[in-house]
Protein backbone atom coordinates (compact mmCIF):
# COMPACT_ATOMS: atom_id res chain seq x y z
CA UNK A 1 0.00 0.00 0.00
CA UNK A 2 1.37 3.38 -1.42
CA UNK A 3 1.93 5.66 2.13
CA UNK A 4 2.23 9.16 1.84
CA UNK A 5 4.36 11.98 3.53
CA UNK A 6 3.28 15.75 4.60
CA UNK A 7 4.76 18.12 6.42
CA UNK A 8 3.10 18.51 10.05
CA UNK A 9 2.12 22.19 9.82
CA UNK A 10 1.98 24.96 7.94
CA UNK A 11 0.82 28.60 7.80
CA UNK A 12 -0.80 30.81 5.44
CA UNK A 13 -1.79 34.43 4.97
CA UNK A 14 -5.56 34.71 4.54
CA UNK A 15 -6.59 35.81 1.08
CA UNK A 16 -3.46 33.89 -0.58
CA UNK A 17 -2.85 30.71 -1.86
CA UNK A 18 -2.16 27.66 0.39
CA UNK A 19 -0.22 24.98 -1.38
CA UNK A 20 0.04 21.61 0.49
CA UNK A 21 2.46 18.88 -0.41
CA UNK A 22 2.28 15.16 -0.24
CA UNK A 23 4.61 12.85 -1.49
CA UNK A 24 3.46 9.21 -2.31
CA UNK A 25 6.80 7.73 -4.25
CA UNK A 26 5.34 4.43 -3.79
CA UNK A 27 2.17 4.95 -5.48
CA UNK A 28 1.32 2.05 -7.95
CA UNK A 29 -0.97 2.92 -11.30
CA UNK A 30 -4.02 2.52 -10.55
CA UNK A 31 -4.30 3.92 -7.08
CA UNK A 32 -5.92 7.30 -6.54
CA UNK A 33 -4.39 10.72 -4.76
CA UNK A 34 -7.57 11.85 -2.33
CA UNK A 35 -7.26 14.76 -0.28
CA UNK A 36 -9.80 15.17 2.62
CA UNK A 37 -9.84 17.64 5.52
CA UNK A 38 -10.77 17.84 9.13
CA UNK A 39 -12.02 20.65 11.09
CA UNK A 40 -11.85 20.55 14.31
CA UNK A 41 -14.44 18.01 16.30
CA UNK A 42 -16.00 17.59 12.98
CA UNK A 43 -15.87 14.58 10.69
CA UNK A 44 -13.55 14.28 7.53
CA UNK A 45 -14.60 16.67 4.31
CA UNK A 46 -13.99 15.01 1.21
CA UNK A 47 -12.13 17.91 -1.07
CA UNK A 48 -10.83 16.35 -4.47
CA UNK A 49 -9.16 13.19 -6.25
CA UNK A 50 -7.66 12.54 -8.85
CA UNK A 51 -5.26 9.89 -10.82
CA UNK A 52 -3.47 11.06 -13.05
CA UNK A 53 -4.12 14.52 -14.48
CA UNK A 54 -4.62 17.51 -12.74
CA UNK A 55 -8.23 17.98 -11.33
CA UNK A 56 -10.14 21.39 -9.88
CA UNK A 57 -13.74 21.97 -8.45
CA UNK A 58 -15.41 24.28 -6.56
CA UNK A 59 -12.58 23.57 -3.63
CA UNK A 60 -9.31 23.48 -4.90
CA UNK A 61 -6.95 22.19 -7.23
CA UNK A 62 -4.94 19.44 -7.18
CA UNK A 63 -1.87 18.93 -9.04
CA UNK A 64 -0.39 15.48 -9.61
CA UNK A 65 3.55 15.21 -10.88
CA UNK A 66 4.01 13.29 -14.46
CA UNK A 67 5.70 10.49 -12.72
CA UNK A 68 2.76 10.73 -9.66
CA UNK A 69 5.25 10.20 -7.27
CA UNK A 70 3.84 14.24 -5.51
CA UNK A 71 0.83 16.05 -5.52
CA UNK A 72 0.12 19.55 -4.39
CA UNK A 73 -3.43 20.91 -2.86
CA UNK A 74 -3.84 24.08 -4.26
CA UNK A 75 -6.78 26.42 -2.03
CA UNK A 76 -6.41 29.21 -4.28
CA UNK A 77 -7.85 31.80 -1.77
CA UNK A 78 -7.53 31.00 1.61
CA UNK A 79 -9.82 31.56 4.67
CA UNK A 80 -9.69 31.53 8.55
CA UNK A 81 -12.23 29.00 8.05
CA UNK A 82 -9.76 26.79 5.83
CA UNK A 83 -7.81 26.38 9.10
CA UNK A 84 -7.90 22.48 9.69
CA UNK A 85 -5.64 19.31 9.19
CA UNK A 86 -5.51 17.82 5.66
CA UNK A 87 -5.10 14.57 5.21
CA UNK A 88 -3.45 13.33 1.83
CA UNK A 89 -4.89 9.64 1.44
CA UNK A 90 -4.15 7.05 -1.27
CA UNK A 91 -6.63 4.80 -1.52
CA UNK A 92 -5.99 1.02 -0.15
CA UNK A 93 -7.05 -1.16 -3.32
CA UNK A 94 -8.84 -0.76 -6.22
CA UNK A 95 -12.87 -1.78 -5.06
CA UNK A 96 -12.20 -1.78 -0.72
CA UNK A 97 -12.92 2.23 -0.40
CA UNK A 98 -11.02 2.27 2.71
CA UNK A 99 -9.22 5.14 3.89
CA UNK A 100 -5.97 4.94 6.36
CA UNK A 101 -5.20 7.90 7.39
CA UNK A 102 -1.78 9.39 8.21
CA UNK A 103 -0.73 12.17 10.31
CA UNK A 104 -1.47 15.03 7.64
CA UNK A 105 -0.75 18.57 7.44
CA UNK A 106 -2.75 21.42 9.92
CA UNK A 107 -3.27 24.21 8.56
CA UNK A 108 -2.97 27.21 10.31
CA UNK A 109 -4.36 30.16 8.28
CA UNK A 110 -3.84 33.58 9.53
CA UNK A 111 -5.57 37.68 9.56
CA UNK B 1 -21.93 16.19 -2.04
CA UNK B 2 -23.64 13.27 -0.51
CA UNK B 3 -24.85 13.45 2.86
CA UNK B 4 -24.08 11.14 6.14
CA UNK B 5 -25.33 11.60 9.34
CA UNK B 6 -24.74 10.05 13.14
CA UNK B 7 -26.75 9.59 16.18
CA UNK B 8 -26.09 10.90 18.77
CA UNK B 9 -23.87 13.36 18.39
CA UNK B 10 -22.29 13.04 21.84
CA UNK B 11 -23.07 10.31 24.55
CA UNK B 12 -22.28 10.33 28.05
CA UNK B 13 -22.60 6.60 30.02
CA UNK B 14 -21.99 4.81 33.16
CA UNK B 15 -19.14 2.40 32.97
CA UNK B 16 -20.23 -1.43 32.21
CA UNK B 17 -22.78 -0.20 29.75
CA UNK B 18 -23.77 -0.32 26.42
CA UNK B 19 -23.94 2.74 24.03
CA UNK B 20 -25.24 2.22 20.67
CA UNK B 21 -24.31 4.57 17.21
CA UNK B 22 -26.16 4.95 14.33
CA UNK B 23 -24.55 5.97 10.23
CA UNK B 24 -26.93 6.69 8.04
CA UNK B 25 -26.55 7.39 4.27
CA UNK B 26 -29.32 10.02 3.81
CA UNK B 27 -29.63 10.02 -0.09
CA UNK B 28 -27.54 7.50 -1.27
CA UNK B 29 -27.57 3.54 -0.80
CA UNK B 30 -24.33 1.65 0.53
CA UNK B 31 -23.61 -1.58 0.78
CA UNK B 32 -20.78 -1.15 2.79
CA UNK B 33 -19.65 1.48 5.71
CA UNK B 34 -16.35 2.18 7.80
CA UNK B 35 -15.76 2.96 11.24
CA UNK B 36 -13.03 4.81 12.59
CA UNK B 37 -12.53 6.08 16.38
CA UNK B 38 -10.04 9.24 16.43
CA UNK B 39 -8.01 10.00 20.07
CA UNK B 40 -7.47 13.61 21.26
CA UNK B 41 -4.66 15.09 18.83
CA UNK B 42 -4.82 11.64 16.96
CA UNK B 43 -5.93 10.85 13.68
CA UNK B 44 -8.15 8.43 12.39
CA UNK B 45 -7.94 4.83 13.12
CA UNK B 46 -10.38 2.67 10.75
CA UNK B 47 -11.72 -0.12 12.99
CA UNK B 48 -13.95 -1.96 10.89
CA UNK B 49 -16.00 -2.70 7.57
CA UNK B 50 -20.03 -3.28 7.72
CA UNK B 51 -21.03 -5.25 4.58
CA UNK B 52 -24.54 -5.31 4.38
CA UNK B 53 -26.14 -8.47 4.49
CA UNK B 54 -22.91 -10.16 5.95
CA UNK B 55 -20.48 -10.42 8.63
CA UNK B 56 -18.19 -6.99 9.78
CA UNK B 57 -14.46 -7.07 8.57
CA UNK B 58 -12.22 -5.74 11.51
CA UNK B 59 -9.03 -4.40 11.56
CA UNK B 60 -5.98 -5.80 13.10
CA UNK B 61 -6.50 -5.26 17.44
CA UNK B 62 -9.94 -4.10 17.45
CA UNK B 63 -12.05 -6.56 20.08
CA UNK B 64 -15.23 -8.15 17.29
CA UNK B 65 -17.08 -8.95 20.59
CA UNK B 66 -16.79 -5.16 22.04
CA UNK B 67 -17.72 -3.46 19.05
CA UNK B 68 -20.69 -5.06 17.32
CA UNK B 69 -21.43 -3.65 14.40
CA UNK B 70 -24.42 -4.47 12.79
CA UNK B 71 -25.33 -3.16 8.58
CA UNK B 72 -29.25 -3.41 8.80
CA UNK B 73 -29.73 -2.12 5.55
CA UNK B 74 -28.39 -0.36 2.58
CA UNK B 75 -28.84 3.41 4.59
CA UNK B 76 -28.05 2.42 8.06
CA UNK B 77 -25.11 0.79 10.14
CA UNK B 78 -24.80 0.97 13.90
CA UNK B 79 -21.91 0.12 15.97
CA UNK B 80 -22.43 -1.00 19.65
CA UNK B 81 -20.03 -0.25 22.30
CA UNK B 82 -20.36 -3.29 24.39
CA UNK B 83 -19.49 -2.70 28.11
CA UNK B 84 -18.09 0.80 28.03
CA UNK B 85 -14.76 1.74 29.72
CA UNK B 86 -13.47 5.18 30.03
CA UNK B 87 -10.76 4.12 27.37
CA UNK B 88 -13.56 3.46 25.32
CA UNK B 89 -14.06 7.10 25.63
CA UNK B 90 -12.95 8.62 21.77
CA UNK B 91 -14.94 10.31 18.93
CA UNK B 92 -16.51 7.46 16.68
CA UNK B 93 -16.98 8.73 12.96
CA UNK B 94 -18.51 6.38 10.50
CA UNK B 95 -18.08 6.89 6.55
CA UNK B 96 -20.26 5.61 3.43
CA UNK B 97 -18.41 5.43 -0.39
CA UNK B 98 -20.13 6.66 -3.27
CA UNK B 99 -19.09 6.11 -6.65
CA UNK B 100 -18.54 9.23 -9.06
CA UNK B 101 -17.10 9.68 -12.09
CA UNK B 102 -13.42 8.25 -11.60
CA UNK B 103 -13.18 5.97 -8.39
CA UNK B 104 -15.22 6.13 -5.41
CA UNK B 105 -15.37 8.80 -2.79
CA UNK B 106 -16.15 8.24 0.76
CA UNK B 107 -18.52 10.79 2.78
CA UNK B 108 -18.12 10.93 6.55
CA UNK B 109 -20.31 11.68 9.28
CA UNK B 110 -20.49 14.25 11.64
CA UNK B 111 -18.83 11.55 14.76
CA UNK B 112 -20.14 10.77 17.58
CA UNK B 113 -18.41 12.11 20.88
CA UNK B 114 -18.54 9.31 23.40
CA UNK B 115 -17.53 9.79 27.23
CA UNK B 116 -17.77 7.09 29.42
CA UNK B 117 -17.41 8.05 33.15
Known amino acids: DAKTTQPTSMDCAEGRAANLPCNHSTISGNEYVYWYRQIHSQGPQYIIHGLKNNETNEMASLIITEDRKSSTLILPHATLRDTAVYYC????????????FGQGTTLQVKP | GAVVSQHPSWVICKSGTSVKIECRSL??????MFWYRQFPKQSLMLMATSNEGSKATYEQGVEKDKFLINHASLTLSTLTVTSAHPEDSSFYIC?????????????FGPGTRLLVL
Open chain 2, 27 to 32: DFQATT
Open chain 1, 89 to 100: IVRVGRNTGKLI
Open chain 2, 95 to 107: SAPLRQGQGETQY
